[in-house]
């Protein structure tokens, strides 16, 4: 099945620096990804649909210039929490779809903990 | 705002017996999809059933659609401690093509 390969899967970071994280579909294209938020026992909050080649698409409450996402190729989408504060901690996950109808079957990263002191 | 909820939020049950989750959501769908996530991972695709569908099976899940009811309900029968996870239902809204998740229900399977 398609794998998505998401990076790091763990960071701690110091408030006000910026975090990258990577999320690449390793063998198919993927024009469309998808970047959540996860707090703990909760379930997941649609961040950003990433499109390839153009700005991605944010959901409402959700600070565009804080989650930088760049999809510059078919195979990799990055979110950058810019200027992290300790309420930006959570659990950040990406998914790719994995072709065929739109909106059908997404294939998610393992996920990224994301710890700001 | 999330669409489906989940219940029970949580469900603790010996290897050996059925668990049964079940989703309900707000808006008309096109197809509505259970997912699986043990502790701190990504979430693994386990079965799609279509709005036209009504029951669907794939090895021990068991899926069934109630569009006028507007629920699921997913059954993982003669449970193992490996399926000890977090499930969720997520459901593709008639008008657009982004998933919204349900809140999930956390399943204990003790031996």
């Known amino acids: 099945g398609a794998v998505v390969s998401q990076h790091p899967s763990r960071v701690i970071c110091k408030s006000g620096t910026s975090v990258k994280i990577e999320c690449r579909s390793l063998?198919?294209?993927?024009?469309?990804m998808f970047w959540y938020r996860q707090f703990p026992k909760q379930s997941l909050m649609l961040m950003a649909t990433s499109n390839e080649g153009s700005k991605a698409t944010y959901e409402q409450g959700v600070e565009k210039d804080k989650f930088l996402i760049n999809h510059a190729s078919l195979t990799l989408s990055t979110l950058t929490v810019t200027s992290a504060h300790p309420e930006d901690s959570s659990f950040y996950i990406c998914?790719?779809?994995?072709?065929?109808?739109?909106?059908?079957?997404?294939?998610f990263g393992s996920g990224t903990q994301l710890s700001v002191l | 705002s999330q669409q489906g909820e989940e219940d029970p939020q949580a469900l603790s049950i010996q290897e050996g017996e059925n668990a049964t989750m079940n989703c309900s959501y707000k808006t008309s769908i096109n197809n509505l999809q259970w997912y699986r996530q043990n502790s701190g991972r990504g979430l693994v695709h386990l079965i799609l059933?279509?709005?036209?569908?009504r029951e669907k099976h794939s090895g021990r899940l068991r899926v069934t659609l109630d569009t006028s009811k507007k629920s699921s309900s997913l059954l993982i029968t003669a449970s193992r401690a490996a399926d000890t996870a977090s499930y969720f239902c997520a459901t593709e809204p008639g008008t657009a093509s982004k998933l919204t998740f349900g809140t999930g229900t956390r399943l204990q399977v003790t031996l």
């Open positions: 998914s790719a779809m994995g072709g065929g109808r739109r909106g059908e079957k997404l294939f």
């Open positions: 063998d198919f294209q993927a024009t469309t």
């Open positions: 059933i279509r709005s036209n569908e």
